[in-house]
Nanobody, 127 residues
Framework: QVQLVESGGGLVQAGDSLRLSCTAS????????MGWFRQAPGKAREFVAA????????YYLDSVKGRFTISRDNANNTVYLQMNSLKPEDTAVYYC????????????????????WGQGTQVTVSS
């Protein structure tokens, strides 16, 4: 079992920044790929970013490239999502997720590939 707890969401204006955190417990954190997803009202949950087990490799949704940065601190069992230049269309509930099955060349953007999920944190960007 892996428990994931997100924090850092909030209400900001367009152009502002936020940093989301997700702290894991239950298994060796450096053994799994971590991802961030988001879900806007009335829309399907979508992939945002992922990071490999030791943080060497990352992958992003095209619309967040250059604005969002995923990173991890394996010593503290935490993954981060730094979000800059936020836009109203970034408004969503953001979830972190853990993939215990794959190694990086096989990284997946599918929600079904991830085994454990956090409860989500709301990010609202006003125009």
């Amino acid at each position: 079992q892996v428990q994931l707890v997100e924090s850092g969401g909030g209400l900001v204006q367009a152009g502002d920044s936020l940093r989301l955190s997700c702290t894991a417990s239950g298994r060796t954190f450096s053994n799994y790929i971590m991802g961030w997803f988001r879900q806007a009202p009335g829309k399907a949950r979508e992939f945002v970013a992922a990071i490999s087990r030791i943080g060497v490799n990352t992958y992003y949704l095209d619309s967040v490239k250059g604005r969002f940065t995923i990173s991890r601190d394996n010593a503290n069992n935490t993954v981060y999502l730094q979000m800059n230049s936020l836009k109203p269309e970034d408004t969503a509930v953001y979830y972190c997720a853990a993939d215990l099955s794959r190694a990086w060349p096989g990284m997946s953007v599918a929600t079904s590939a991830y085994d454990y999920w956090g409860q989500g944190t709301q990010v609202t960007v006003s125009s």
